[in-house]
């Protein structure tokens, strides 16, 4: 626990969704640069708002704070939809963007004029894949939703998701048997960045594969050109380290140079500052005794004493740091 202070760190995977000092101040009392990731998100402040405060809070500090754009899909399948589009992905590169997100919106929520979902794979998102290779852009995918989406809540196996889709009732897929299944999600995920071979992509929330690694290791030896983030999704690695702590962390051992730390982490206009900034500094120190250290310490969500994983300080160095340095092409520092 003492190397925490002093090892630099990146959160590949927040949301500063307001121009407020407090993110950035816990980031470099803590030791964090930051990827602040703009999302087609009703529950957000607008795409506008969200760039406006990604944009201000880089010019403070843009060592430390780095953003992904977004974009709408008003308009999908209209004339002229896909060329505004990569017209403002360019315009975002310009002012300094690193990654583009894609939400779950798309296959999700979105529907085209027939009334049918837009997936993943449909051809109307290709010219914007292809535009975000072209700038040399990261595209970070959240496709899909944890595998505890499709089950009923008394089944989930953590106490997060549990809360989440019993007030997100709109996402949780197991009220919704006739929308794709898991399995769709995921192969239409995969066949669309099969289709899209050079194009840097960033599974968000491991993939959407978080509750088993063994699949999650399979997906990363088929795309050589993807990365995963762990945002929200600790617990659910925690979930299968406490049935076996030794194929876990063998893992992060084997997967070291493909997977980037993150929490999502979320500054909105209506968050207490320090609320957030005691609640961002116990995220971290947690996340970092589980990594890091052998420790065990308690997960509430799980309702268990979890060991840590004690990773061998190469590793903590890449999953924490370098592996996102090298793919968002930040400069690393000393």
């Known amino acids: 626990m003492d190397d925490f202070a002093r090892v630099p760190k990146f959160d590949a995977h927040v949301h500063a969704n307001v121009d407020d000092p407090a993110f950035l101040e816990q980031a470099r009392q803590d030791g964090f640069e930051l990827m602040s990731i703009n999302v087609d998100y009703p529950d957000f402040p607008s795409i506008a708002d969200q760039h406006a405060a990604a944009t201000a809070l880089a010019k403070a500090d843009p060592a430390r704070l780095h953003w992904a754009a977004t974009f709408s899909m008003d308009g999908f399948g209209q004339p002229g939809w896909a060329d505004r589009v990569n017209a403002g992905l360019a315009q975002a590169k310009s002012e300094g963007a690193r990654a583009v997100k894609i939400w779950k919106n798309v296959g999700m929520i979105e529907k085209d004029a027939d009334g049918r979902l837009i997936m993943l794979d449909h051809p109307g998102l290709s010219p ?100 995963v983030d762990l945002a929200a999704r600790m617990s659910q690695v925690q979930y299968q380290s406490l049935r076996d702590r030794g194929k876990v962390r063998a893992f992060f051992i084997r997967y070291q140079d493909r997977l980037l730390y993150g929490t999502d982490l979320t500054v909105n206009p209506d968050s207490d500052p320090s609320e957030f900034r005691r609640s961002a500094h116990d995220v971290w120190t947690a996340d970092w005794r589980y990594l890091a250290t052998g420790e065990s310490q308690r997960v509430d969500t799980l309702d268990a004493d979890v060991p840590g994983l004690a990773l061998p300080r190469e590793v903590i160095d890449k999953v924490y740091y370098r592996n996102a340095v090298r793919v968002f092409g930040t400069a690393a520092r000393d």
């Open 128 to 227: 914007v894949a292809e535009q975000v290779r072209a700038l040399d852009l990261v595209l970070i995918g959240h496709q899909g939703e944890p595998h505890n989406c499709w089950l009923p809540l008394e089944q989930m196996t953590t106490d997060n998701d549990r809360e989440y889709f019993r007030n997100h009732p709109q996402y949780h897929m197991y009220l919704h048997p006739d929308q794709p299944s898991y399995d769709d999600q995921i192969a239409t995920r995969d066949r669309f960045v099969a289709a899209h071979p050079g194009l840097r992509f960033v599974g968000a929330h491991m993939g959407s594969l978080e509750y088993d690694v063994d699949r999650l290791g399979a997906f990363l030896d088929r795309f050589p050109d993807a990365s």
